[in-house]
């Protein structure tokens, strides 16, 4: 017997393991750990009060209530399962405000099954938004607390035979023991009814008594009723519900199978004759019990790994305050931005933010796909998602909840799942007729076969088989169990996509284009070198130069003196300092420094820089720095080509794709890494609208084309293309026009990108030709009357295993 659940009765949070237990007078108090258990006790002994009970008696106790820091034992049993209210500490959300309830769904067996429970749930009254996800056995519906209760919507699901509950719980685990109890009830029983089923068929060959076929008949019917009342009630209860909302599915089929065979068998067993099919009905049960465990089982395969990354997200957090400097756990969704919290060996980030103190090594794989661990410290910034190695770190929060980056991340992907591509959306359509088609086939093949003759028990036979082999299905589930697997191993790869259709377009680009800074080159404008021109050495010169920059907030400024702090360099006073537009100029140790344009700081030292510096930058600017009125030193400040951009072109080329690059700055620049990339078609100096329009001239002539760019100024690019590719920059991961995002911000990205969405499309095409042939090959079959009802539903079985076992091939390799 599945083991109760609790709710902690301090931080409201329901005890994912075995709970702490506090004896009290009335009765236990349950604490999801025993840190809220010993808070518990310091708040009771702050009252002075012996009794725990008593506590709740207090002024301290309404206190927390009013804050939201203990919430009301008599709501907790009704709002466990309602998702975290996007509220301020405390703050009650007002009357009428909308809520978001996310479940997890057990029990579905194609997406006819997410169509019903929508339909079900938009009825509910108080209930505004609905969607129900087949491929990850999600949904998520927005709701008026005042109006209904999330136990409410969980009941409106669990009538129509399926099972709700919060993501990350065990109900799966439940279900499936379920499901495998009625399985073995079921088999036992029906190998039973086969056995004294060959009883009967002897009666063919040999004449039986009146009295012999009802000794042997109702054990036999006995057994059947079990079976087809508690193994086929799942199905019987799907299929009902489905033929109300209007969208049958397989189990319609196999239900009015089964139910015509055993309601056939029971009139003739009452008149005494032994053309009896309890076997047929009971076999056609127990064989559906075990397909659905088999695919359930392949299906838990393929979700597993998306459901972590789902579930990744933690759930407390070790918070700093004023009253506790070292840090107390408390819910997660308690923490805002601004706040400190502790991070070490073996947690996860709950939010993004910036290491204030301590050193460690942390693990990003889970966001980035790079498995290599990165080692931090102070002044280094950490992502929600990345998994402490070792170390210790004090972390100030920069971006919490939905709007970090596994926030983000999280709602992309859910999103993404939730979109279906316009094939699914016109296979979804053809399904809805599909099983009402079948049933007219079926009873014209049994009609025709009694028309010509044959026997009311062959005829009827006959039709239960047409009805059975049919396969919805294997074309239900060929896309989004395929979309499922997608996005997981893009994801597991360091690719957000938030377009599935944007998979189906990446296996057809012909073209690649990229926006130069930030996609090609890193983005940022870094000091790559200082040449000494005159008598000092790079230490005195970095030491005037920051010296001079120690009041500016420009970037070349920053520069300067983050490089003096990295060199440790001793930086002397400046004096009379003066910005006079061209540079910047001073008196440091009593000598005269100036610092800017060629014209300003020294235009004799400009003929030097090109023959002395060269260091791999897409476009270099160069600040001159004069000491005494005399050449001192070139500070050259670049834009760097990405390590990696190089072999990813490469790679490109050898898919045969062509390649070009567009950039709005200047043309030198633009064509110095064009010649250095090997990019033939570049253009440089461009406006977003001549963006743009390069990309629909490129369409025009026939190109498939894909983007991949980083920018604002490239939305209206990245908007024409056919497929459109966002290098992260650090900022939101809001998907805005692209269909995919490259979380590493990596180049070399791309290739894995085409050569995932080739996998994909080649799975999808895989299954859905197969479903197809499947049923036009099947379903004639069983009209000419060369199968039996058993061997029928065997097929329809293993067709529906196999697009499972074909989907399991792509995150097997």
């Known amino acids: 017997m599945a083991e109760a659940l609790h709710t902690c009765d301090l931080c409201g949070l329901t005890a994912r393991c075995t709970p702490a237990e506090l004896p009290a007078t009335e009765k236990p108090l349950w604490f999801c750990c025993q840190g809220c258990k010993m808070v518990y006790i310091l708040l009771m002994e702050a009252t002075g ?46 009357a009428g405000h ?35 996800r087949f491929s990850s056995d999600r949904f998520h519906c927005s709701y008026d607390p005042a109006t209904t209760l999330p136990s409410q919507i969980v009941q409106a699901i669990e009538k129509l035979g399926y099972k709700a509950a919060p993501p990350g719980g065990d109900a799966h685990s439940r279900e499936r023991k379920s499901a495998w109890i009625r399985f073995g009830i079921s088999a036992f029983l029906t190998l039973n009814i086969m056995m004294l089923s060959l009883a009967l068929y002897a009666g063919f060959f040999t004449h039986l008594a009146a009295v012999d076929i009802q000794m042997i008949g109702w054990p036999v019917f006995g057994m059947a009723t079990i079976v087809m009342i508690h193994g086929g009630r799942p199905i019987f209860q799907k299929a009902w519900h489905g033929l109300v909302a209007g969208s049958a599915g397989m189990e319609a ?54 459901d ?70 102070a002044g280094d910034a950490v992502l929600s998602g990345s998994k402490m190695l070792g170390g210790r770190l004090s972390i100030k929060s920069s971006a919490v909840g939905t709007d970090s980056t596994l926030g983000q991340m999280i709602r ?61 299905c294997a074309l239900g589930i060929a896309i989004p169990l395929a979309r499922v697997a997608g996005i997981f191993l893009a994801a597991r790869n360091g690719l957000l996509v938030c377009d599935f259709s944007a998979l189906e377009q990446a296996d057809r680009i012909t073209t690649v284009v990229f926006d130069k800074t930030g996609t090609l080159t890193t983005g940022s404008w870094s000091l790559l070198d200082i040449i000494c021109l005159g008598i ?38 400046a004096e009379i300092i003066n910005d006079v537009g061209q540079g910047i100029e001073g008196r440091v140790d009593g000598l005269a420094v100036r610092i800017g344009s060629p014209a300003w700081a020294g235009p004799k030292s400009s003929g030097s820089v090109n023959s002395e510096w060269s260091n791999g930058a897409a476009s270099v600017s160069r600040v001159f720095m004069s000491i005494a009125d005399q050449p001192a030193a070139v500070f050259v400040f670049g834009d760097r080509i990405r390590p990696t951009a190089l072999e990813a072109l490469n790679a490109l080329r050898q898919m045969g794709k062509k390649l070009a690059m567009i950039s709005g700055d200047e043309p030198g620049a633009v064509k ?84 995932l969405a080739r996998r994909v499309n080649r799975i999808i095409t895989q299954n859905l030709y197969w479903a197809i042939i499947y049923n036009l090959i099947s379903i004639p079959v069983a009209v000419s009357g060369l199968l039996n009802p058993l061997v029928a539903v065997i097929a329809m079985l293993l067709s529906s295993l196999s697009v499972v076992g074909n989907t399991l091939r792509l995150i097997k390799k």
Request: charged share 20%.
């Open 308 to 377: 972590a990354f789902l579930n990744l997200m933690p759930q407390k957090v070790r918070r700093c305050s004023s009253g506790f400097p070292e840090g107390r756990y408390e819910a997660a969704e308690r923490l805002v931005s601004g706040d400190v919290f502790i991070l070490t060996g073996g947690e996860i980030a709950a939010a993004d933010g910036v290491v204030i103190a301590g050193a460690g090594r942390i693990d990003m794989s889970s966001l980035t796909g790079e498995a290599l661990p990165v080692s931090v410290k």
């Open 536 to 573: 000092y050495e790079e230490e005195r010169i970095l030491a005037c130069a920051a010296a001079l920059e120690s009041r500016s907030d420009h970037f070349i400024a920053v520069e300067i003196r983050n490089r003096a702090l990295r060199q440790q360099v001793d930086i002397p006073d």
């Open 253 to 306: 089929l196999i239900s009015m199978g089964s139910l015509s065979a055993y309601g056939y068998s029971v009139f003739n067993l009452c008149q005494g004759s032994f053309y009896v099919y309890f076997d047929t009905a009971s076999m056609l049960i127990t064989l559906v019990l075990l397909g659905k465990l088999i695919e359930g089982n392949v299906r838990k395969s393929i979700e597993a790994s998306l």
């Open 49 to 94: 009060s012996p009794d725990p009970r008593s506590f709740r008696e207090t002024e301290l106790f309404r206190q927390c209530r009013a804050a939201g820091v203990i919430p009301g034992l008599e709501t907790d049993t009704e709002t466990s399962l309602q998702a975290p209210v996007a509220a301020s500490r405390g703050q009650m959300e007002p």
């Open 672 to 755: 110095y890494v064009a010649d250095t990339l090997g990019i033939h078609n570049f253009r440089g100096g461009l406006r977003p609208r001549e963006k743009a329009e390069f990309i629909r001239d490129l369409c025009r002539n026939g190109e498939k084309t894909a983007m991949v760019g980083d920018g604002v100024n490239d939305a209206p690019a990245l908007a024409g293309a056919d497929l459109a590719v966002a290098v992260h920059s650090g900022n939101s991961l809001g998907c805005g026009t692209a269909g995919i995002i490259l979380v590493r911000s990596d180049p070399a990205q791309l290739p894995d990108l085409l050569n």
């Open 98 to 132: 909308q809520l978001d309830l996310d479940l997890r769904i057990s029990g579905m067996w194609c997406p006819a099954c997410a169509w019903v429970i929508e339909t079900a749930v938009s009825r509910v009254t108080g209930v505004y938004k609905s969607c129900c």
């Open 412 to 472: 992309l992907m859910e999103t993404a799942l939730s979109r279906k591509i316009p094939l699914e959306d016109r296979t979804e359509r053809m399904l809805r007729w599909f099983v009402p088609g079948i049933v007219l086939v079926a009873i014209a093949a049994g009609a025709g076969c009694f028309a010509a003759g044959r026997p009311l028990e062959e005829s009827l036979l006959r039709t239960i088989t047409v009805m059975v082999i049919s396969c919805p």
